[in-house]
T-cell receptor, first 108, second 112 residues
């Protein structure tokens, strides 16, 4: 079983739509959680950390459910520039474990 | 501006050759990491270093080695390249282990 699993998508949504997706992780002792964004053929970049109480950053909302061991990301009012692959990342001690990514395509 | 760079950006080599991928960061970060990214997989950790002269194996370290002689550089060496090592390689660094990792632009390696 992979340590971090994501629905690969793709999620194809029109501009202005809301899109949400989850990832699950296997280690209940994982300490920190993140969403990274990766544009085609480029390096991953931190989008946001995920806190236990849930957190927002503009149009992006992240939630953590420790009991069920999943993390979610919701994007409101999607923009064309949100088209990317979103990587779910879990930290155990020093080690980051990456999901394979969820691809989102926003169309005009 | 501080940054992290990788070279070469693209490399084609033959099976059995030794290949070294360079990673250089100017943030003075102690922690540096090498990952590979393949379709259908998340980034997988190859080797990592917590500081000068410190190196550690990650989950997919077979066939790879690293050395850390200064803070800025962590070169990754493929001792005898294999076709299974065709991949995109990312270097990353962080100031603390629980901090964000900053990634280099990646090296696309093809082993024929």
């Amino acid at each position: 079983r992979k340590e971090v699993e994501q629905d690969p998508g793709p999620f194809n949504v029109p501009e202005g739509a809301t899109v949400a997706f989850n990832c699950t992780y296997s280690n209940s002792a994982s300490q920190s959680f993140f969403w990274y964004r990766q544009d085609c053929r480029k390096e991953p970049k931190l989008l946001m950390s995920v806190y236990s109480s849930g957190n927002e950053d503009g149009r992006f909302t992240a939630q953590l459910n420790r009991a069920s061991q999943y993390i979610s990301l919701l994007i409101r009012d999607s923009k064309l520039s949100d088209s990317a692959t979103y990587l779910c990342v879990v930290r155990d001690d020093y080690k980051l474990s990456f999901g394979a990514g969820t691809t989102v395509t926003v169309r005009a | 501006d501080a940054e992290i760079t990788q070279s070469p950006r693209h490399k084609i080599t033959e099976t059995g050759r030794q290949v070294t991928l360079a990673c250089h960061q100017t943030w003075n970060h102690n922690n540096m990491f090498w990952y590979r990214q393949d379709l259908g997989h998340g980034l997988r950790l190859i080797h990592y270093s917590y500081g000068v002269h410190d190196t550690n194996k990650g989950e997919v370290s077979d066939g790879y080695s690293v050395s850390r002689s200064n803070t800025e550089d962590l070169p990754l060496t493929l001792e005898s390249a294999a076709s299974s090592q065709t991949s995109v390689y990312f270097c990353a660094s962080s100031s603390r282990l629980d901090n964000e990792q900053f990634f280099g632009p990646g090296t696309r390696l093809t082993v024929l």
